[in-house]
């Protein structure tokens, strides 16, 4: 799960992270008066959407850049005007872009220096890591491409946390010393408990400034979350704002489905995370895309293999349907119940084909065969994608 800005400065101020103010509005009501709080100078209006590169989007009325900066709560009013209700096109986004329902105005501070600062996850070590570069204000993967030695990485030990002696090396190599280097030691030291605590995958600031008069602050942030950790987080829970996600995975959440929507035309529907993966590389061998990847999980009910046929069917690019159920916890008979009953619920008239194994499939392949649908019967995984292929292709 991901967070608006203004609602990563919510986090860093319950956890002591430095950051410039900030208040959110939906109105250029709201806009204007957050500016006159600020103080009624000079301030940063910023589009609030779940992608990067919004300083350098374009509004779909021409506007140019969802990040502004305003010399007067009437300005700061007039930004926001022209964001609201217009959909803002980065290179994050699709070419519809995301629609821009608040901003964020915030306070306007000098910048001296940009540095970048990350927390993530580390797959191979299975270890937080923090990631910190000089060249704030960049796409990491740039500095990366262009200048890796610039990029500095500090492996965290799950269980001793973060060391002393880390947060000196990683001040050293942002070059900070004196107070600004205990301003980032107290700023860091807070933000790891933050990932810890809140269950993070992810937090980036970029940038991380330094202002002329020495003060070291998060001047943007961008978290993701562990979704399976979010039970434990109902006020993080609180912050989800469906709007930003894909309607199709926002329904497929409802029914405890693990949906994720692709480019392609074959769609799947699997049970097991490992299986649904094979299903969608198969495809792609054997020349198709898959349109999307979709587990039902191992004890899947007719109720929900109709609410993932619906899913399905609520892509306009689907041509095909490519069903691989092995029958483990799952009976092949209830699936093949649940599949027929979709597809009648839907009127479906796109190709269906279903490769059945495992706990009862030859009752499940009964059910199928008596069943006067036409439906596309396969015997092995191989078999099943070149046949959804062909049928996509005619």
Not at 45 to 66: L, P
Not at 324 to 347: P, R, S, Y
Not at 368 to 378: E, R, W, Y
């Amino acid at each position: 799960m991901n967070i608006h800005e203004y609602q990563a400065k919510e986090l860093f101020e319950k956890f002591g992270v430095a950051s410039p103010d900030g208040q959110v509005a939906a109105t250029t009501e709201e806009a204007k008066a957050a500016a006159s709080a600020l103080g009624g100078g000079k301030v940063v209006v910023k589009a609030q959407v779940h992608a990067g590169g919004r300083g350098k989007g374009t509004f779909t009325n021409g506007f140019e850049g969802g990040v502004h900066l305003a010399d007067s709560p009437e300005q700061a009013a007039e930004f926001a005007g022209k964001m609201f209700g217009q959909h803002l096109v980065t290179k994050q986004t699709s070419a519809e872009g995301k629609l821009v329902s608040k901003v964020m105005v915030g306070a306007a501070v000098s910048i001296e220096r940009e540095l970048y600062l990350a927390i993530l996850m580390d797959r191979e070590t299975c270890r937080p890591v923090i990631v910190a570069s000089t060249e704030g204000g960049m796409d990491i993967e740039e500095v990366a491409e262009s200048t890796p030695e610039k990029i500095v990485r500090e492996f965290i030990h799950p269980l001793a946390g973060l060391q002393p002696f880390q947060v000196r090396k990683l001040a050293k190599a942002l070059v900070l010393s004196g107070d600004q280097a205990k301003q980032f030691g107290k700023l860091i030291a807070n933000l790891y408990n933050l990932f810890i605590k809140c269950d993070c995958n992810m937090v980036e600031i970029n940038p991380l400034v330094v202002t002329p008069d020495g003060q070291v602050l998060a001047l943007d942030a961008k978290f993701g979350f562990d979704d399976n950790a979010l039970y434990r987080h109902p006020d993080i829970m609180a912050y989800r704002d469906t709007d930003e996600e894909d309607p199709r995975e926002v329904e497929a959440s409802k029914f405890d489905l693990n949906y994720i929507g692709l480019d392609g035309n074959i769609a799947c529907l699997v049970n097991g995370a490992g299986l649904a993966m094979a299903t969608m590389d198969i495809i792609k061998h054997c020349g198709g895309d898959p349109a999307n990847f979709l587990d039902v999980g191992g004890g899947a009910t007719k109720e929900q293999v109709t609410a993932a046929f619906k899913i399905i069917l609520g892509d306009p690019n689907v041509e095909g349907i490519l069903v691989n159920i092995f029958g483990g916890i799952m009976q092949c008979d209830i699936i093949a119940e649940g599949i027929l009953q979709a597809a009648k619920e839907t009127q479906l008239s796109i190709p269906l084909i279903v490769r059945l194994e495992g706990t009862n499939v030859a009752q499940g392949r009964e059910i199928i065969a008596n069943s006067g649908l036409d439906v596309i019967t396969a015997d092995s995984l191989n078999d099943a994608a070149q046949k959804a292929v062909a049928a996509v292709k005619g």
